[in-house]
């Protein structure tokens, strides 16, 4: 079983109806029209943009973030401690914007399948052909992948509509992407985490660009937990959310790998993946 987009609305709607504390809005539409939906929470001065599930087969990242969202607004409510951090005082500190599922047409594909009923996605055949859809899938539904797609030194590794690591015709071609950076620029965010799968690994830098503290926190997120620092290579390297923040703004930003395994990683992988990415997430907010 997987995290889908109709699983992340009904989250949604159940955190809403039990948390006052809680607001939605929409950073966007993907290219099929779905709602891009951001999800807000604290009242402090500090931005911290959380995101998941840029690519289709790592929904797993967005079960993560609904979880680790409703499990800091519980802890708000009890005022009890969490992973040994007082998450009232820390969002007093932060305002936390999430956004669960980037890519939520993605997502749709690689859970579903592709539907013949649908004219984009028998453009989408024709233009990269039939694959085993569920297995392979990250991109949009234009066949761009959108952590390929944002203007940093943007290259094109695949010239046409494909799977995976199709950047698009052109930087910031798509609405997922444009929706991300609109986003940023408008909340002007302090740091922020990009959630993927897998690996286990956090890297911190663009381009040999750093923000002051970059390496410093990855190294405690790092020991929280347990997770490996690392520097991007190859086609990992550029076009990519984390690279483009740290490019635009200068300040700390983080792609982190989660879990372990073959992607898509199922739903009942959640508990193992929690811990570890719930304490370097409260790790970086206190260190804010
Ligand atoms: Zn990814």
Known sequence: M?????????????AEEKKHSLSRFSAGRSVMGRE??????????????????YHGLESLTSAFLMKFLEELLNHCQTDKEYYGHNVNRLLEK??????????????????????????????????????????????????????????????RIREHPSPSKHGGPYPESEPETQAIINLCR????DSMIAFHSQGGEIYYDFNRQTAP?????????????GYKV?????TASFGGCKDWFIQEFGKEGFTVEIGHGTNPLPLKMLDEVYDENARLTLCLMEEM
């Open 94 to 155: 932060i305002t936390l914007y999430i956004v669960p599922m980037v890519n939520p047409d993605g997502v749709d594909i690689a859970i579903n399948g592709i539907d013949p009923a649908c004219d984009l996605h028998r453009e989408l055949i024709r233009d990269v052909g039939m694959c085993g859809f569920c297995e392979v899938w990250q991109a949009n539904a234009r066949g761009v992948d959108i952590n390929h797609n944002f203007n940093a030194r943007w290259k």
């Open 230 to 234: 690392r520097r991007p290579t190859g």
């Open 36 to 53: 891009i939906f951001c999800l807000k929470t604290g009242g402090g001065k500090k931005k911290l943009f959380l995101s998941g599930a």
């Open 186 to 189: 408008r909340e002007n965010f």
């Open 2 to 14: 997987y995290y889908d987009y109709s699983r992340l609305c009904a989250d949604i709607t159940a």
């Open 213 to 225: 503290r970059s390496l410093e926190l990855a190294r405690k997120m790092a020991k929280a937990s």
